[in-house]
Nanobody, 121 residues
Framework: QVQLVESGGGLVQAGGSLRLSCAAS????????MAWYRQAPGMERELVAT?????????RYADSVKGRFTISRDNAKNTLHLQMNSLKPEDTAMYYC?????????????WGQGTQVTVSS
């Protein structure tokens, strides 16, 4: 069983930056990728970014965040990060860390509790 705990959310003005972190613990041997999702009120949860936990660390991003967000991981510390720059009001959402059994990020085995990101205009 995998446990995930996010931190780093908050309120920021448009154009600002935030860095989210996710501490993972438990049985990670079946996990192929880590991911960040977000969910705005009244909207479906969407995949924002994924990163492989193999040595190549391949990262993928939703079109809406490409060039602004960067996902990274420290396998030794079982920590995942999401650096968010040039934030926009439409980035406002609850952000969730996820551990995926598949490389795409969609085979989620565990979710964090979420951290709120609010971007004011």
């Amino acid at each position: 069983q995998v446990q995930l705990v996010e931190s780093g959310g908050g309120l920021v003005q448009a154009g600002g930056s935030l860095r989210l972190s996710c501490a993972a613990s438990g049985r990670m041997f079946s996990i192929s990728a880590m991911a960040w999702y977000r969910q705005a009120p009244g909207m479906e949860r969407e995949l924002v970014a994924t990163i492989s936990i193999s040595t190549n660390g391949e990262a993928r991003y939703a079109d809406s965040v490409k060039g602004r967000f960067t996902i990274s991981r420290d396998n030794a510390k079982n920590t995942l990060h999401l650096q968010m720059n040039s934030l926009k009001p439409e980035d406002t959402a609850m952000y969730y860390c996820a551990a995926s059994k598949g490389p795409s990020g969609y085979s989620v085995a565990a979710w964090g509790q979420g951290t709120q990101v609010t971007v004011s205009s």
